[in-house]
């Protein structure tokens, strides 16, 4: 019913950026909070950043300054700006969507994206 689609992770060298995109498609009536998340491996997923509809953001201390989380209501796409990678930002990059479908408006549910890869090297 929701697809979220992860694009525009890859291999960076320490210091550099990349900019992930992610988009929401299928039946949907509204898009509420959208957030990123990231998994290394051997560790737990954790929270990376988040954006309400209204556009208020937050961010994990471990990235905050170095990285900026935007949406596109439009278009139903959230991106983050990583900027000053470091090697331990390294991890797939997951997408988490609050949406509403057409299909019942009285109910939001989350939806997740199969995740990018995203490699900093020292």
């Known amino acids: 019913q929701v697809q979220l689609v992860e694009s525009g992770g890859g291999l960076v060298q320490a210091g550099g950026s990349l900019r992930v995109s992610c988009v929401a498609s299928g039946n949907i009536f509204s898009v509420h909070d959208m957030a990123w998340y990231r998994q290394a491996p051997g560790k737990q997923r954790e929270l990376v950043a988040s954006i309400t509809d209204g556009g208020s953001a937050n961010y994990v201390d471990s990235v905050k300054g170095r990285f900026a989380i935007s949406r596109d209501n439009a278009k139903n796409t959230v991106y983050l700006q990583m900027n000053s990678l470091k090697p331990e930002d390294t991890a797939v990059y997951y997408c988490?969507?609050?949406?509403?479908?057409?299909?019942?408006?009285?109910?939001?549910?989350?939806?997740w994206g199969q995740g990018t890869q995203v490699t900093v090297s020292s």
């Open positions: 988490n969507a609050g949406v509403v479908l057409t299909s019942d408006i009285r109910y939001m549910n989350y939806y």
